[in-house]
């Protein structure tokens, strides 16, 4: 827990510790992982484990915390017979991020976004465009240029080296194709992209 209270509010650490107990997990703290921010995995025998990213900015380390506390909560309560995402760990995740809705834990741009995210929150808060643009807003170093930010014809790479052109903006995504393949893509806006 000593770890943890590095990242989190001090006034957050009497909750989380008491949800730890009450849903029988341990949280491991891992380097950064590109595809997930979290991750919930049930023990047969044992605490359950959450893995996070102890990378994460302070807001989205509070969220996805959170997040996967509500995982643990809804596997105690129903095992495997709900779908991971589904209306009991949408409910119980808007449940558990109650306490927090208030600007002693989110500044006022990231509250407005996450409470409007909590009515009906998605598998990943990067799946949301306005809230994961706020977060990303708040990282301690600024990451490379995103997709959204490029113009049409624009050559990128993608961090792991692949040469794209974007071709236009889609409803929500974008048009690329593949500089070697010519194969197309859709992007997400918020993609870290390298300009070239």
Not at 72 to 92: C, D, F, L, M, T
Not at 155 to 172: N, Q, V
């Amino acid at each position: 827990m000593k770890d943890l209270e590095l990242y989190l509010n001090p006034i957050c650490v009497p909750i989380i510790r008491d949800w730890i107990k009450r849903f029988h997990v341990k949280i491991v703290l891992t380097k950064m992982h590109k595809t997930r921010m979290g991750v919930f995995i049930p023990k047969s025998k044992g605490l359950n484990l959450i893995r996070i990213n102890r990378d994460h900015n302070r807001y989205r380390f509070l969220i996805t915390l959170v997040h996967e506390l509500a995982h643990a909560s809804i596997w105690n309560q129903y095992s495997n017979s709900v779908r991971p995402h589904g209306i009991e760990w949408k409910q119980e995740f808007s449940s558990l991020m109650q306490p927090f809705l208030n600007e002693t834990f989110f500044d006022k741009d990231v509250l407005n976004a996450l409470t409007i995210y909590l009515k009906n929150p998605l598998s990943s808060t990067s799946r949301d465009v306005v809230l994961s643009e706020l977060l990303m807003n708040h990282d301690k170093c600024k990451k490379n240029l995103l997709i959204k930010n490029l113009n049409d014809g624009d050559i990128f790479k993608t961090l792991d080296g692949r040469l794209f052109k974007r071709i236009s903006k889609l409803r929500k995504n974008y048009r690329c194709v593949e500089v070697s393949t010519n194969i197309e893509y859709r992007f997400p806006p918020l993609i870290e992209i390298v300009l070239l």
